[in-house]
């Protein structure tokens, strides 16, 4: 099993550019995530999906969009990217519960200048 | 005050050594706890979970303690390969409000 994949892994945009990222899981899971990891400010949730065609925002939506049209696959989708987009980006994937393990992909680094 | 709080460190130890992380939340109602690990440039594993009986995994005891809303972490005889940021995990009600800390950072030294 791969686990949880993600493309690209490195990108670099100008501002105003858009782009998707693309998560896949292959381990059935019904919940999946995505993060943003800042220096000294920790993972915080921009979307997450409960199941196939189901989405909802977290903590940092704006400025992003996603959608789950496939179990297997969550998209995050930046229409217009912004200097204060410049992150690296992790999807997770979990089953349902309240002490479920979340599994990580290896992230993708974005740069917007 | 952010919601789930670490020292950032870094802390520097010698192998052998024992170290302990603490971590506070804000938030009563929170449910489920973890302590997850990150080495550099790589993304988040889980290394254990916090239960109230708190548990113990080898050489690494997690302990929560609900009334003073602090989660701990301790590593005896450190390896170098524990060198890693170790990040705090707090969960809510609901499951999907998971709050992570900005994590501590370990460096073992030979």
């Known amino acids: 099993n791969a686990g949880v994949t993600q493309t690209p892994k490195f990108r670099v945009l100008k501002t105003g550019q858009s782009m998707t990222l693309l998560c896949a899981q292959d381990?059935?899971?019904?919940?999946m995530y995505w993060y943003r990891q800042d220096p000294g400010m920790g993972l915080r949730l921009i979307h997450y999906?409960?199941?196939?065609?189901?989405?909802a925002k977290g903590e940092v939506p704006d400025g992003y969009n996603v959608s789950r049209l496939k179990k297997q696959n969550f998209l995050l989708g930046l229409e217009s990217a912004a200097p204060s987009q410049t992150s690296v980006y992790f999807c997770?994937?979990?089953?349902?519960?309240?002490?479920?393990?979340?599994?990580f992909g290896p992230g993708t680094r974005l740069l917007v200048l | 005050r952010k919601e789930v709080e670490q020292d950032p460190g870094p802390f520097n130890v010698p192998e052998g050594a024992t170290v302990a992380f603490n971590c506070t939340y804000s938030?009563?109602?929170?449910?489920?706890f973890f302590w997850y690990r990150q080495d550099c440039r790589k993304e988040p594993k889980l290394l254990m979970s916090?239960?109230?009986s708190g548990n113990e995994d080898g050489r690494f005891t997690a302990q929560l303690n609900r009334a003073s809303q602090y989660i701990s972490l301790l590593i005896r005889d450190s390896k170098l390969s524990d060198s890693a940021t170790y990040l705090c995990?707090?969960?809510?009600?609901?499951?999907?409000?998971?709050?992570f800390g900005a994590g501590t950072r370990l460096f073992v030294k030979a």
């Open positions: 997770a994937s979990s089953t349902p519960g309240g002490w479920e393990t979340q599994y």
């Open positions: 381990m059935n899971h019904e919940y």
């Open positions: 999906s409960v199941g196939e065609g189901t989405t």
């Open positions: 938030n009563s109602a929170s449910q489920s």
């Open positions: 916090v239960y109230s």
């Open positions: 995990v707090v969960k809510g009600t609901g499951g999907f409000k998971t709050i």
